[in-house]
C-alpha cells in the first residue's frame, strides 16, 4: 500500500500538432478552446478536482501561450480593473491561481516516456499523475479520481482504460483483458499499439496515468520501441513483469481532442451543457436540423 499522497501531475504539452493543421502551425494545440476555454485549461482542472496542487507542464519551443496562460495577464488585468469588469477580472485572475506551476523542457520530440523522464528531477520521489492532454473527459463523471482510488488501494502505478472498438486497438495501448470485470485489475501484459491480430484485449489505455516512482528506473533503462520513440507503454510493460501495475475503467465519456471530429463533438456537447450557451445552443442544432430534413 501507498502512503504518499498524489499531489503532482505531469502533462506533456511539447508535440506539434501535426493532426490538427493548418490551426497549428503557429499555435499549441493545447490553446484550441472547448467553447471559451482552452483544451488545456480543462486538462489542468480535471487534476485539480483529484486533489493535485502542483502541475509539472513538459513543453517545448512555439509554447509560450500556454505559460501566458497560466500567468499574470498583467496589461489584461488592468485594463478591465480600469474599466470596471469585474468578473471578467476575476475569471482572468482565477486562472493564475488554480495551481502551482512548473515547466521543464523536452528539447527534442523523442516519444511519450521521454517527455515524462523530462520531469523527473520536478516530481522527485513520490508517486504522480500523468495526463495527455489530447484526452479531455465529461466534467461531470470521475476521470483521473478513479485512478487514485485504484492507486490507494493497490499502492500500484496504474492506467486508466476504456474499451475502443476492435479496429482502433493499434492506436492505442493495449492491456489484458479484466477476469472478472471489477473496479479494477491486474496488468500482465501491455503492448504499445499492437495490430487488431495480436491485441491482448479491446481495453485500451487512454491518457490518464498514476505512476510511481519507479518508473523512473525503467525509464532509464528504455530503448526506442514503436515508431523509434521512447515509449512509456514500454516502461509499463516492466512494472507489469513486476506485478506492479493496475488497470482501472474510466467511467466518463472521452473526446480524442486531437482528432479533428472528436474535438467538434467535444464542442457541441460541451457547449449543450453551458448554463449562459445551452438552450440557444440546442434550439439552433434542432432549427438547422430540421431544415436539413
Ligand atoms: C499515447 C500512448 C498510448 C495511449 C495514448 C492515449 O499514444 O503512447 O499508449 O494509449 O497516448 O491517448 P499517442 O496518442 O501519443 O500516439
Known amino acids: 500500500m501507498s502512503s504518499k499522497p498524489i499531489r503532482k501531475a505531469v502533462i506533456p504539452v511539447a508535440g506539434l500538432g501535426t493532426r490538427f493543421l493548418p490551426v497549428t502551425k503557429a499555435q499549441p494545440k493545447e490553446m484550441l478552446p472547448?467553447?471559451?476555454?482552452?483544451?488545456?485549461?480543462?486538462?489542468?482542472?480535471?487534476a485539480i478536482r483529484a486533489g493535485i496542487g502542483s502541475i509539472i507542464l513538459v513543453t517545448g519551443r512555439?509554447?509560450?501561450?500556454?505559460?501566458n496562460h497560466f500567468d499574470v495577464a498583467y496589461e489584461l488585468e488592468d485594463m478591465l480593473s480600469r474599466r470596471g469588469k469585474t468578473e471578467d477580472l476575476e475569471l482572468v485572475k482565477s486562472i493564475t491561481h488554480l495551481?502551482?506551476?512548473?515547466?521543464?523542457?523536452?528539447?527534442?520530440?523523442?516519444?511519450?516516456?521521454?517527455?515524462v523522464l523530462c520531469a523527473q528531477h520536478?516530481?522527485?520521489?513520490?508517486?504522480?499523475?500523468?495526463?495527455?492532454?489530447?484526452?479531455?473527459?465529461?466534467?461531470?463523471?470521475?476521470?483521473?479520481s478513479a485512478l487514485v482510488a485504484a492507486h490507494e488501494a493497490t499502492g500500484h502505478s496504474v492506467v486508466g482504460v476504456q474499451q475502443v472498438p476492435r479496429e482502433h486497438v493499434s492506436r492505442y495501448g493495449i492491456v489484458n483483458a479484466p477476469q472478472p470485470?471489477?473496479?479494477w485489475w491486474n496488468v500482465h501484459t501491455i503492448v504499445e499499439k499492437p495490430s487488431m491480430e495480436i491485441a491482448p484485449s479491446d481495453w485500451a489505455v487512454v491518457g490518464r496515468y498514476i505512476l510511481t516512482e519507479r518508473?523512473?528506473?525503467?525509464?532509464?533503462?528504455?530503448?526506442?520501441?514503436?515508431?523509434n520513440e521512447y515509449q512509456l507503454t514500454d516502461a509499463l510493460a516492466m512494472l507489469a513483469m513486476e506485478g506492479q501495475l493496475t488497470a482501472a475503467p474510466i467511467p466518463a465519456k472521452r473526446f480524442d481532442t486531437g482528432n479533428k471530429l472528436d474535438?467538434?463533438?467535444?464542442?457541441?456537447?460541451?457547449?449543450?451543457?453551458?448554463?449562459?450557451?445551452?438552450?440557444?445552443?440546442?434550439?439552433?442544432?434542432?432549427?438547422?436540423?430540421?431544415?436539413r430534413g
Open 34 to 46: 472547448l467553447v471559451d476555454k482552452p483544451v488545456i485549461q480543462h486538462v489542468v482542472e480535471e
Open 62 to 67: 512555439g509554447k509560450q501561450a500556454i505559460e
Open 99 to 115: 495551481a502551482q506551476f512548473a515547466y521543464v523542457r523536452q528539447g527534442e520530440p523523442l516519444g511519450l516516456g521521454h517527455a
Open 122 to 144: 520536478a516530481v522527485g520521489d513520490e508517486p504522480f499523475a500523468l495526463l495527455l492532454g489530447d484526452d479531455v473527459f465529461d466534467e461531470e463523471d470521475p476521470a483521473l
Open 181 to 183: 470485470l471489477g473496479p
Open 215 to 227: 518508473i523512473f528506473e525503467h525509464l532509464q533503462n528504455l530503448k526506442p520501441g514503436v515508431g
Open 263 to 291: 474535438y467538434l463533438k467535444a464542442n457541441v456537447e460541451f457547449a449543450l451543457k453551458r448554463k449562459d450557451l445551452g438552450n440557444d445552443f440546442y434550439e439552433y442544432l434542432r432549427d438547422l436540423i430540421n431544415a
